[in-house]
Nanobody
Framework: QVQLVESGGGLVQAGGSVRLSCAAS????????VGWFRQAPGKEREFVAG????????KYIDSVKGRFTISADNIKNTSHLQMNSLKPEDTAVYYC??????????????????WGQGTQVTVSS
């Protein structure tokens, strides 16, 4: 099993920045990809960004390109999501997830095997 714990959420003004962290423990050798998802009230959980656990490959949804940066360090067993130029529509619970699936970075939530508990990010206008 793999355990994921997010941290770093909070309240921030529009235009501000937040850095989310995800600490992985357990059988981390099973991880191929790390993804960050978010879920706003009344909406489905959506893929935000993903990266290979070994680093290098990344994928982002269009609405966060140029503002968010995902990273992963498979030595320290951590992943980070740096979020800049935040907008009120970025308000959501953010989840870290890990997939055992090799190949392209998957975007469906069902492709991810392990999930953190989530951390709230609220962007005020």
């Amino acid at each position: 099993q793999v355990q994921l714990v997010e941290s770093g959420g909070g309240l921030v003004q529009a235009g501000g920045s937040v850095r989310l962290s995800c600490a992985a423990s357990g059988r981390t050798s099973r991880i191929s990809t790390v993804g960050w998802f978010r879920q706003a009230p009344g909406k489905e959980r959506e893929f935000v960004a993903g990266t290979s656990w070994s680093g290098g490959r990344t994928k982002y949804i269009d609405s966060v390109k140029g503002r968010f940066t995902i990273s992963a360090d498979n030595i320290k067993n951590t992943s980070h999501l740096q979020m800049n130029s935040l907008k009120p529509e970025d308000t959501a619970v953010y989840y870290c997830a890990a997939s055992r699936q090799w190949g392209n970075i998957p975007t469906p939530a069902r492709a991810y095997d392990y999930w953190g508990q989530g951390t709230q990010v609220t962007v005020s206008s």
